[in-house]
């Protein structure tokens, strides 16, 4: 029976009291617990890394593509880009030929190779003159597949600009590079 007074410690309580000194582990014995919570972590935090990475990655080629769109649409307003020169004294003739097209030289521009970008030119409020604006859009698709083949999404960049000279350089229309020079 347990007196009223009597601690665990003490020598008339009923409990006994265990050294603990038998109980020691030796040295190192548990050094092989962080590896294990090591390599529980690892995955999910390389999978974290990577995800951030492919941002990035996708983040610096959608800047690209809107520096892209700017240009293009700057192209555009002034009717002239540096693949059809002004070659005749009449600002309204086409003297860059049927092969060097204002969405063709946009979507040839030094772009990383991942990118394969479709070029739209469009006139949204009607006629290509002075006034109207020019939308160019600059897209391509965009794989995240840094460890796995996760998803492919959309990248779009949308310019509009209002048309400073008449449009006879260029003609709406989409263009998707097979080859570029």
Avoid: H
């Avoid at 020598?11 to 390599?39: I, K, N, W």
């Avoid at 999978?47 to 192209?75: C, E, K, T």
């Avoid at 860059?96 to 040839?108: D, E, F, H």
């Amino acid at each position: 029976m347990i007196e009223p007074g009597a601690s665990d410690n003490s020598p008339r309580g009923s409990v006994r009291a265990r050294r603990l000194s038998s109980l020691r582990r030796g040295p190192g014995s548990e050094s092989g617990q962080a590896t294990v919570e090591f390599a529980l972590i690892l995955i999910p935090l390389l999978i974290l890394v990577v995800g951030v990475i492919q941002f990035g990655i996708g983040l610096n080629y959608w800047l690209d593509m809107n520096r892209l769109s700017n240009q293009g649409a700057r192209w555009a307003v002034v009717n002239a880009y540096p693949g059809c020169g002004l070659g005749t004294s009449d600002p309204n003739t086409l003297s860059c030929g049927t092969t060097t097209s204002l969405q063709r030289y946009i979507a040839c521009q030094r772009l990383p190779n991942a990118l394969k970008p479709t070029v739209n030119i469009t006139f949204p409020n009607g006629p290509n003159t002075f006034g109207n604006p020019v939308q160019v859009e600059v897209s391509s698709p965009y794989k995240l597949s840094a460890i796995m083949k996760l998803a492919t999404i959309s990248l779009t960049a949308r310019t509009t600009m209002r048309i400073e000279q008449n449009a006879v350089r260029y003609q709406a229309g989409s263009f998707t590079p097979t080859s570029c020079p």
